[in-house]
Structure formats: C-alpha cells, structure tokens
C-alpha cells in the first residue's frame, strides 16, 4: 500500500449517517494526500443513503471529479476491493438512542448515549451489527483496514477484540480526544498537527498525562492546566451547540479538581459529577431530542436542497477548497488512514489490548493509549503505572463493559443485570432489573435474546 500514486477505495459504512457529507468534505480537503479512486457508501437503508448519496454525486462532481460514489445495501458490492472500510454505523439510529436516554431518565439514572445504562442499550445494539459489517468487510477484502468508531466505543471494542483476537486491522478509535487536543492546540495558539498526547483510559474514560510539541518534545501540560483552570466569560463557545458549550465549560470546574498532572477527558463529568449531570439533563428533551431537531434536521435539509438545485457551486452551501481547510475536525481519519498507507508513525489515541502496556491494570482491558502508527498498524507505547484513583474507577468501569459484552456474546441475563448494577451510573441492583427489562422490551427488535 505504500506506492505512493496510488488511488484508494474507501467505503463508509453507515453512508446514510448525518455525519457523512461532513467526511466527503473532508476527502475532498484531503485528495492530495489520500487520493481516492471511488467511495462506496453503505447502509441498511436504502432510501436515507440514497439522499446522501445524491448530494455526494453532486459534491464530488464538482470538487473531486477522480472519485467516483457508488451507494448500495449489499454487502459484497460494498466491500469487495477496498482499502479502507470507516466505519459509523448507529444501531436503531436517533430513535433508539431516545429511547436508551429517556428510560434512563424516567429510573432516575443518567441515559447518556456512551455513559451509563444508555451506553449499554446502545452497546447491546452495537455489538451484532459492527460484528456484522466486519465479518463481512474480511470476506470481501480480508486485507482492509477496518476503522472503527461506532459507539459505544468502548463496549464495542472489547468485543472485536474477542471475536477478532490479535487482529491489527480492526482500529477502534474515538475523535473525543482529537476534539479535546484541538482546543488545547487553540488555547496555546499552536497547529493542531504540532502536539501530541499522552494518555490512559478506556473510551470515554480516561485522562491525558501529557501534551508534548512534536519538536521540541516541551510538555505542555502544566500550562494547559493553568489556562483551562481560568475562569471563562458566558459567551465562550457561545458559537457552538449549547450542550457542547456547557460541557465546554464544565471542563474548567474538572480541570482545577482533577489530581495533578491529569487533564480529564470531558465524558468523566457523567462518572465524577453524577448529581450535578443529571440535575442539569431535561427528560423531556434529551441529547438525542436535541440532535434530531437539530444538526440532524439542518444536514437533511442541506442535502435535499443541494439535489433540488442540482449543484452545490453558486448556492448558499458552495464552498471553495481553502474554505475547507478551517474546519479539518473529522481529518484525524485521514491521518489515521494515511498513517497505515504511508508508515509516517504518527502518534495516535486508538484502543488496545492492555498486554503490559499500563502496568498495574487488569491485562486484556481495551484501553485507550497512544500509539504509532505505521503500515503494520498500532503500535502502543508504554504507559507504566497508574495511581489508586483511576485505577479503582478504571478497573469497575471495565468490569462492567466485560460483563456487558459476556451478557451480549453468551445471551445472558445474570451478567446483563450484573453489568448494569457495577455501572457507577446505576449503582442498584434493583433498579439495574428494572432498567434491564424495560430495555430489553424495547430492544426486542436489535438485542440479542437473554436468558
Ligand atoms: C463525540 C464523541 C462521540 C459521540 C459524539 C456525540 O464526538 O467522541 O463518540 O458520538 O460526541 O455527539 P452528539 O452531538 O451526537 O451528542
Ligand atoms: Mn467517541
């Protein structure tokens, strides 16, 4: 894969999702450094991906003519051929992660679509389906580079690790680090691409030790403490998603109380500030609510009027290539992507398999750690030992997330309601059974059968 006038094939799997005109646009910023050949979009819906795929033809015709799209439900079209598989599929879609939130909520327990008893609706969901998609992808084109980030990230890679044991080419990465580091590379006015991180956790769960500039190898860290420890004026990321804003801010509280030498990722104010979180959630308008009426609603809109019109250019959405390049969020899948096809050993977050790598956790556990990346995949590089604190919220969180993925792989209810009565979110065992049947009747459609 490392010639370097190569064209790829990508598919998306999950083509017909809000965020794929997002990773076109990104493609397009990036055609010089990850020439395509053809995308090929997949979904088990056929109608919403062929939206998507319209407005795709569309885009593409206008800013990447090489590149042809191709949508389609079959699994072998999909996947015979390509290099890549990006995958960023949402088991029962909005609908369902509704669902998970407002049964959370109506037990008193916080239904975060990742934390929490949500998060386990969802990975009941997510397990089948992802393991579907990658059977298949191994099928058509064992050699493929499978680049996960379906939800719940965490649940989800501690069942492709067992079900694809030692398997490099499955990559379950998260862009919650990557969104963190972008704001910590504005807060000190460097480029994104200059810092890199150094860290422990699982998915959603886990805390960076250090921010080093890839030059110099200068730790930023304490600095960034300081900055994220000030006080910041109500209007800060006021051009953001309100939710997004206030977890924005939150952050600030948790930085000054997070111990020393540690810079939390945002999703640990749902595990370290439970009562505050959920007296601020709403039940009648939760986060699934909020995305459905809104960056949802606003993407569709975006795509049946760029079909109606027939062209992007001359539009209110046209763009040029140097608009592009303000907004390269999604791009750390490019660099992921180019890191594997081009062996640069770039440092990223990805999930792995703790073989020695954080010294004093259970060994097995999916954690999420910097590695290097080159053309053989990921390669980790040590953590060492962690303190009592994280180590004790670690080791229960990952106990939970096993037992949520024994209780999915084996069909058993025992473990289903021990995973959820070991969440730090549920807590009880009475109300993990309540919550556990309720989820179980309205999942009948997508969760495997307990017993
Ligand atoms: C971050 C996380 C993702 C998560 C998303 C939710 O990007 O890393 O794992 O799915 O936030 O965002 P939303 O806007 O859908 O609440
Ligand atoms: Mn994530």
């Given at each position: 894969?490392c ?32 020439p ?28 990447y ?29 909005l ?10 909520l ?10 929490g008893?949500?998060?386990f609706?969802?990975?009941m ?17 064992p050699d ?19 079900l ?49 500039d ?8 304490p600095?960034l ?10 209007e ?21 109380e997070?111990?020393?030498?540690h ?20 039940p ?5 609510d ?18 109606a019109?027939?062209r ?12 592009l390049?303000d ?14 096809a ?21 060994e ?19 953590v060492?030992e ?19 993925v ?11 309601w021990?995973?959820?009565t ?9 109300v993990?059974k309540?919550?556990?049947d309720?989820?179980i009747?309205?999942?009948r ?7």
């Amino acid at each position: 894969m490392c010639n370097k006038d190569r064209r790829f094939v990508v598919c998306i799997a999950g083509g017909g999702s809000r965020y794929t005109p997002g990773i076109l646009k990104m493609l397009v910023n990036e055609r010089d450094r990850f020439p395509l050949s053809k995308v090929i979009l997949y979904d088990n819906e056929a109608e919403r991906q062929a939206r998507i795929a319209d407005y795709a033809r569309i885009l593409m015709g206008e800013y990447y003519p090489e590149c042809e799209i191709v949508d389609t439900c079959d699994p072998e079209t999909a996947f015979t051929g390509i290099d890549f598989c990006f995958m960023q599929i949402r088991a029962g879609r909005l609908k369902m992660r509704r669902s998970d939130e407002h049964i959370a909520l109506a037990h008193g327990c916080i239904g975060q679509e990742t934390c929490g008893a949500g998060g386990f609706a969802y990975g009941m969901r997510s397990i089948p389906a992802v393991v579907d998609i990658i059977r298949d992808v191994k099928r058509y084109s064992p050699d493929a580079w499978i680049l996960n980030y379906s939800n719940p990230a965490a649940i989800v890679a501690e069942a492709t690790k067992r079900l694809f044991p030692g398997d490099k080419r499955v990559i379950n990465i998260c862009d919650m680090p990557v969104g963190i580091m972008n704001q910590y590379a504005d807060a000190l006015g460097v480029p994104r691409d200059s810092i890199e991180a150094r860290y422990y956790g699982l998915n959603h769960f886990g805390w960076f030790t250090a921010v080093l500039d890839r030059e110099t190898g200068e730790d930023y860290l304490p600095r960034l403490r300081e900055i994220f420890s000030e006080d910041l004026p109500e209007e800060a990321f006021s051009d953001i998603d309100p939710s997004w804003s206030e977890t924005f801010h939150f952050l600030r509280k948790m930085v000054r109380e997070a111990p020393e030498g540690h810079m939390p990722n945002t999703y640990l104010q749902y595990y370290l500030y439970p009562r505050h979180m959920l007296a601020h959630e709403d039940p009648n308008w939760t986060r699934a609510d909020q995305v459905m009426a809104g960056h949802e609603r606003e993407i569709f809109e975006m795509v049946d009027e760029v079909i109606a019109a027939g062209r992007i250019k001359g539009t209110k959405y046209g763009f040029t290539y140097e608009d592009l390049k303000d907004d390269d969020h999604a791009s750390y899948i490019v660099d992921l992507a180019t890191a594997l096809a081009f062996n640069t050993k770039q440092v990223f977050l990805i999930m792995q398999e703790n073989v020695g790598i954080v010294s004093n956790l259970t060994e097995g556990m999916m954690v999420e750690v910097p590695c290097m990346v080159g053309s053989n995949g990921p390669e980790p590089l040590s953590v060492g030992e962690i303190p009592s604190f994280q180590k004790g919220l670690l080791e229960n969180q990952y106990a939970y997330e096993k037992l949520a993925v024994d209780a999915n792989l084996e069909g058993s209810y025992r473990k289903a309601w021990d995973a959820l009565t070991l969440n730090r979110l549920v807590n009880d065992t009475d109300v993990a059974k309540a919550l556990l049947d309720e989820y179980i009747e309205a999942n009948r459609d997508y969760w495997p059968e307990l017993s």
